[in-house]
């Protein structure tokens, strides 16, 4: 189309508005994008997939485990915002409530595959929850953590990560990969602050076993 639209001036103009507005939209705060989708451009929820669909599904992917559940699941959290737009111009940043309906959505899925309870395990040391991603497989390395950026190793996460309880791994992927406080956990899951600390520990004793033969 753009090929033709060099030999038909009418074409061309067509065609450059149609950029121009496409690279607007693109330009657009989430803010501004959640108006013009209530207002029914569609293509401005559009945009807000394509800016959130990834590290969505890679969440849904850390806590479920499994690639197809995670994209049937990353589906439903855009239907949801799509039918919620006019609650989403009065909620808290757009990707902080994403983040709580796909964790939602997957505490809701391991509990009806009966592979996820919320009752409290024995209590653990509490260090050590704070600790950035690196911490889950060594204590005090810098080394480690630029390694886990590897390919080889983030394979080996992954993998180990499917080894352990839904339980720890929610907590695992909520804290260390996705950043969410500790106290913002324990709210999210309806759980003691103690209990996720618990978890993360016994989580990171865990992995670090696992992934003993990769550091």
């Known amino acids: 189309m753009l090929a033709v639209a060099l030999f038909y001036p009418k074409w061309n103009l067509a065609v450059s508005s149609f950029v121009n507005r496409v690279v607007l939209v693109y330009e657009l705060t989430d803010c501004e994008l959640i108006q013009k989708a209530c207002e029914g451009e569609e293509e401005a929820f559009g945009v807000l997939f394509q800016r959130y669909h990834a590290p969505i599904y890679r969440l849904l992917l850390g806590i479920v485990h499994n690639s197809e559940d995670a994209l049937e699941l990353t589906q439903e ?23 709580r309906v796909a964790t939602n959505l997957a505490i809701d899925h391991l509990r009806r595959k009966r592979i996820l309870s919320f009752q409290s395990l024995e209590a653990l040391p509490d260090e050590g929850y704070d600790t950035p991603l690196g911490g889950l497989i ?29 339980n720890h791994r929610l907590v695992v992927v909520l804290h260390h990969l996705e950043g969410i406080s ?21 989580a990171r004793t865990l992995l670090r076993q696992l992934l003993a033969p990769y550091v």
């Open 77 to 99: 959290v855009f239907l949801k915002a799509y039918r919620e737009l006019p609650r989403l111009q009065r909620s808290e940043t757009l990707l902080a409530w994403l983040r």
């Open 138 to 166: 060594a204590d005090e390395s810098q080394d480690v953590l630029q390694a886990v950026h590897a390919k080889e190793l983030q394979e080996a996460l992954y993998e180990a990560l499917g080894h352990l309880s839904a």
């Open 182 to 202: 500790v106290d913002e956990i324990a709210e999210m899951l309806q759980i003691p602050v103690g209990t996720v600390k618990s978890r993360l520990a016994r």
